[in-house]
């Protein structure tokens, strides 16, 4: 079974736009999401045109704010306070990565909690680990409403997550081991120090592969019957697409796909779930579910 | 090898003893710890008292708030806010359990983050995931100075954490696994979900207990050579004592400890090294080392 990421994301943004036209309806406020992005990195555009696109495709006001690479750290602190006290704006996001000369962690505490729609306040990561209200991160996010949708059962089940990243390996093997729907899981956290990767990866029931290696899991570090969840998300030169690249995922999803019950591609897997999930981060700050 | 939590609390209070001496000499603040108790629970007077009795021996002010079981939520808070006022008190504690009428989270997201000793609320667990400067909740904290004092090989290591408790299991978890000089193990975390908990101990090199569940870790679950840490600390009765009961931890040390290159001893193990967490933490409040 492929886990359809784009489909389900269709499905997800389609009940979303459905709200928002109730909403105007009802004369309610309309999600206004703002996105910053440092500099010129063409993949950060790429990404933040994304979800921009995405925000007018459900009816959700947008906000994209393009600075300049040469940006201090002291402007973009003031562009996120200004960005905290706009009544207008329900959420934003910083898209990382930001320049070497910004502190990435001071930019994310300056971000009020309930406008912090990324998750990546440590409050929003606290409250996530304690199992109370929080925003959290889309990634991670999207990953639980691809497995809710297609009721993958997950108690019980053994967990490896590969890569300790803030942004996505961690959170997720915090919360695939919560007591929650999702979750209840026995999860096994591996990285760079971790010895025999494979002997991890072939115990496992559900692996989450986000390394950011090209084709890192192979079909033989899988055993049969798994379920392969690829956050990877590399580009590589390729002269026949018309970008001039195409997308790799962190699994060689040839040889490893034939062997489990469930997996996501690359593209249309994890990434439009990221994308849904940001909508619906942005949908919970407009109704005030997190912090009232 | 013993890992002596008792002597290791000696060695390291006395330093805090010498410090708090000095910092007197120098006209310095005396570090102020102050504890809030409700109800008439007997081991958590037990554990409270041995708290203030530590203050006294390190040099440390405190203050023992008692309050009846009766008491209310609102009124509990209300307590909490003069605390967070208090500039004479530079943390504050809150015995756990709580009467079943008051919420434990409201609690704790009611401590200042700054005086927050205990390391209970959101902001720095999250801050601890993040690997930033936060107080880190005492047991978690003991056992990482525990395993420093020994000068214990974390890196690399499979750690097996039995418990996912919000205050010992799930934060042990996440540190351990921290790219960190005690830190850096393959982790996995294994609950009341876990099937096959024993199949996971035996690959472990390193085993955390702390399910509150006494003599759980059998001999045949532990393989030789392992490092075990042993958090449970239950009380059953045995009138050859005159308090009328004795300690068990949750290992089941006599068959346990003879396949261990390293283990706890209950009592005289992380008990102590709690007490002596939490006095640093209290230090590092009163130095304004974390918030500043």
Redesign the interface.
């Known amino acids: 079974m492929i886990l359809d990421g784009k489909q389900t994301s269709i499905e997800l943004q389609n009940k979303m736009a459905i709200e928002v036209q109730n909403r105007k309806k009802e004369g309610l406020k309309t999600p206004h999401l703002a996105a910053i992005l440092v500099g010129e990195d063409g993949a950060s555009q790429t990404y933040v045109n994304a979800k921009v696109k995405a925000c007018e495709q459900v009816g959700f006001d947008s906000t994209l704010i393009h600075l300049p690479k040469e940006t201090t750290e002291h402007e973009l602190l003031s562009q996120i306070e200004a960005l905290n006290e706009d009544k207008n704006i329900d959420g934003f996001i910083v898209q990382l990565p930001l320049p070497a000369h910004i502190n990435v962690?001071k930019v994310f505490q300056q971000v009020k909690p309930n406008k912090d729609v990324d998750g990546f306040?440590?409050?929003?990561?606290?409250?996530m680990?304690?199992n109370?209200p929080a925003y959290i991160s889309a990634t991670p996010l999207g990953i639980l409403m691809l497995l809710e949708k297609y009721n993958i059962e997950t108690?019980?089940k053994k967990c490896v997550v590969l890569g300790?990243s803030?942004i996505v390996g961690?959170p997720m093997?915090?919360l695939l081991?919560?007591?929650t729907t999702i979750g209840?899981?026995?999860?096994?956290?591996?990285?760079s120090?971790?010895?025999n990767i494979k002997k991890?990866t072939l115990e496992a029931d559900i692996i989450v592969v986000a390394l950011g290696i090209a084709e890192y899991l192979k079909g033989n570090m899988v055993k049969k019957g798994a379920i392969v969840i690829d956050v990877g998300i590399t580009r590589v030169n390729d002269e026949t697409k018309k970008s001039g690249f195409r997308l790799l995922g962190d699994v060689d999803y040839e040889k490893v796909a034939p062997k489990c019950i469930a997996i996501t591609p690359v593209p249309g897997g994890v990434g439009p779930m990221t994308i849904t999930a940001l909508l619906h981060n942005t949908l919970l700050a407009c109704k005030k579910e997190i912090y009232g």
């Open positions: 962690d306040h440590p409050i929003n990561i606290g409250r680990v304690k109370l108690a019980g300790r803030q961690l093997s915090i081991a919560r007591n209840n899981c026995t999860v096994t956290l591996c990285h120090k971790t010895s991890h």
